[in-house]
């Protein structure tokens, strides 16, 4: 058989074949999908590396490098001393958006597991957890804001149980109401066993100067004011949102002003969510008391001044006290 005849029955033979046909379609098609997953697996593997490592290096950022060593000094000789302030590392910044890690790396498409945000406990004054079984405060840099109890409140699984005749009372304190403060966060978690009665969570001062959290006829209420006119003649103001019994909540009263009234100074927060905002300033010294549960004295409500009790029924957890304002990450920790 000639080479010329040879070649042009297989060529011929070849062309009707259909034999792996398919077999080489799905091949591709596999092909295509694998390589499709390792992309995106792999781009998920990159992003959790770098978030992990970036961890990591925010930790290494965030150890505090401060030293100071006093010096000597005698009748003939003497040995000098030396100290080190750790200042702000670069690209260390602990109000970082969600989806930023640390040093300044920037997610396109930012991990889910990476918006969870802690809240950093500076200027954080009072911190009862209620954790042991009473209203001792935890908090870095306070002076011992420890609340005593008033009535028989229920201390069991980390939360204060309140049943309308009780409450938590706090001391006076310069880091509360003895100082001036242009900001303040106030935090608490409740879970209210009826909403219909006027029922305080939180309250400072009396009717001239203060701040109150409380609920009435199925709202959740913020207010604050420092009346006198010498200093910021801020008026009662109030902000409310509706809530329902029986359910587990996070509140936030926010205050970020000075010594005149600007708008929006006074906000609130349930759940991490801004529910409103209202005019406010700085709160100066006032000698009202400090209430968790009820009212320690008097204080201002939106239907007017309040001597009552007003004892709030239901469950109270983890109140913090800041002297300065919580970012919106912060305020969004809690209820996460």
């Given amino acids: 058989m000639r080479f010329s005849e040879f070649t042009s029955r297989f060529l011929k033979r070849l062309q009707g074949d259909t034999y792996g ?113 009473d209203a001792s405060d935890t908090s870095p840099f306070g002076s011992d804001n420890s609340g005593v109890a008033v009535g028989d409140p229920n201390f069991t699984d980390g939360v204060v149980e309140f049943d309308g005749d009780d409450a938590i009372y706090l001391p006076n304190s310069d880091d509360i109401n003895l ?45 604050g004011w420092n009346i006198p006119d010498g200093e910021s003649g801020w008026d009662p103001e109030f902000i409310s949102v509706p809530i329902s019994a029986g359910v587990d909540n996070t509140v936030s009263l926010v205050l970020d002003g000075d010594a005149t009234v600007q708008p929006d100074a006074l906000s609130g927060y349930l759940n991490g969510a801004l529910f409103g905002s209202a005019p406010g300033s700085q709160l100066w010294q006032h000698g009202g008391g400090i209430g968790i549960g009820g009212t320690n004295g008097r204080t201002n409500l939106h239907t007017g001044s309040s001597s009552d009790d007003n004892f709030f029924t239901g469950t109270i957890d983890d109140v913090s006290i800041f002297n300065r304002v919580l970012t919106d990450a912060e305020l969004a920790a809690p209820a996460q």
């Fill in 21 to 133: 046909t398919a077999l080489s379609t799905e091949l591709i098609l596999v092909a295509t999908v694998v390589l499709i997953g390792l992309a995106t697996s792999s781009t998920a593997l990159r992003d959790a590396v770098i978030s992990e490592l970036s961890d990591v290096g925010g930790a290494v950022q965030d150890l505090q490098g401060c030293y100071s060593v006093n010096g000597l000094r005698g009748h003939s000789s003497h040995v000098a001393g030396m100290s080190y302030g750790d200042s702000l590392d670069h690209c260390d910044n602990s109000d970082d958006a969600p989806g930023v890690a640390d040093n300044c790396i920037v997610f396109d498409g930012p991990p889910t597991n990476e918006i969870a945000t802690v809240i950093a406990p500076d200027e954080l004054v009072t911190s009862l957890s209620f954790d042991g079984g």
């Fill in 179 to 223: 100082g001036i403060h242009e900001e303040r966060t106030i935090t608490l978690t409740f879970n209210a066993d009826d909403v219909t009665s006027t029922q305080v969570l939180y309250e400072e001062g009396a009717t001239v100067r203060g701040l109150v959290i409380y609920i009435d006829d199925g709202m959740l209420y913020i207010g």
